[in-house]
């Protein structure tokens, strides 16, 4: 992890201040535009030092955007001079302070003023009951025909609860997504549209590239050409993620059966894992080894919840059996039904068309353990309402 940078185009000036700076654990880039592509590739940097050399107004310009984007992000800026108007500019843009570049003492004092403010700011953001970020729940199958896709399609329409939450539905599955047919929603706008805002995605940026569903519910969709799913980086992935849990509630994200750089960027940034299991020996295997994995990279394993899907389908494995095989409890069982099938050819999940329907009531107690609602409480407030409809 790197939480300082410092910028210098001077290749001299990088060889001897950069030498100390980089033993203090800053990184060195050379300029702002390899800084804009450092920056989300590092999203923990606390520090950034513009070296003197940098122009003034590119220094001011990037202070301001990242004065918004980043409030955490501490800039500093040195000059050769300090003239009086440059400092009042500067301030102005957002830069925390401006110090002689010769000034070692004074740039040691502002850099740790700085540093220590932004930790302070990140403690009292997280700890603020005004400020909530968006819960990131990822539904994952180490292989295809789990039903995956019907999980999650289902999961993010149940957890927008009649739009009284925001609701981002990802489609991860770069080459091959469901998500839009699913919804039967039109592939005009994927997530290959944001590829050229890489490194300067911000919320207008996101909400240009992202399909409305129904009230609370967005989808950013996998692009409709498997070639264009190749360029989706995993640093991508991560500024989409970052943005978005300012922007919704809950980001529901639907996986490839595969372990790549992007998938492992989302499980990075996850708050609930939801392993998909049905009840044959290929599946079984797969889940074991994510699970397997999951420990591996010391994922937290009170944030899993294992569904069972078609679990009342007879193929001679028990309840006991199945947890046996993968290794995990299993949180939340979902019957198999032909109704699945008829409301993903309508392209309406089942959640929204049968409420009340086992599948439904299963998927819906799966959005309350992520919403952190007790299931009793929201049965009988939706018996209240369903009463009340009659």
Request: net charge negative; glycine share 6%; hydrophobic share 45%.
């Amino acid at each position: 992890m790197t939480f300082y940078v410092y910028v210098e185009p001077d290749a001299e000036r990088r060889s001897t201040a950069g030498a100390v700076y980089s033993e203090y654990g800053f990184a060195i880039v050379d300029s702002l535009a390899d800084l804009e592509y450092h920056l989300p590739r590092n999203p923990e940097t606390l520090l950034v030092m513009i070296g003197a050399t940098v122009d003034l107004e590119e220094a001011l310009t990037f202070a301001a955007y990242q004065r918004v984007q980043r409030p955490l992000l501490g800039v500093i800026v040195l000059r050769r001079t300090l003239e009086p108007d440059v400092l009042a500019r500067a301030m102005r843009s957002g830069v925390r302070e401006v110090v002689d570049e010769l000034d070692a003492e004074g740039i040691r004092v502002a850099s740790a003023r700085s540093i220590d403010l932004s930790k302070a700011l990140s403690t009292t953001l997280r700890s603020s009951p005004d400020v909530q970020r968006a819960k990131v729940v990822t539904v994952f199958a180490g292989k295809g025909g789990c039903g995956k896709s019907v999980v999650a399609t289902n999961l993010a329409a149940a957890l927008c609860a009649d739009g009284s939450r925001r609701v981002l539905l990802v489609d991860l599955a770069l080459q091959f997504g469901d998500v839009a047919i699913m919804l039967q929603l039109p592939p005009n706008r994927s997530i290959s549209d944001a590829i050229s805002m890489a490194g300067k995605m911000d919320e207008a940026g996101l909400r240009s590239v992202i399909t409305p569903c129904r009230p609370g519910l967005d989808a950013l969709l996998a692009p409709s050409s498997p070639a264009e799913g190749e360029h989706v980086s995993r640093e991508l992935v991560t500024e989409i993620l970052e943005v978005a849990r300012d922007m919704y509630d809950y980001i529901v994200l639907d996986t490839p059966p595969a372990v790549t750089d992007q998938v492992l960027s989302a499980l990075d940034l996850t708050d609930w894992f939801v392993p998909i299991v049905t009840p044959d020996l290929p599946t079984l295997k797969s889940v074991r080894l994510t699970i397997e994995m999951f420990d591996l990279l010391e994922y937290p394993r009170d944030r899993r919840l294992v569904v069972f899907n078609r679990a009342n389908t007879e193929v001679g494995l028990s309840l006991e059996d199945v947890e046996e095989a993968v290794g995990a409890h299993l949180s939340v069982h979902v019957p198999s039904s032909r109704d699945v099938t008829v409301s993903v050819n309508r392209g309406v999940p089942l959640v929204l068309s049968d409420p009340t329907h086992p599948v439904s009531l299963a998927i819906r107690k799966l959005a309350d353990r992520c919403a952190g609602v007790s299931s009793n409480v929201e049965s009988r407030r939706r018996l209240f309402a369903l009463g009340r409809k009659r």
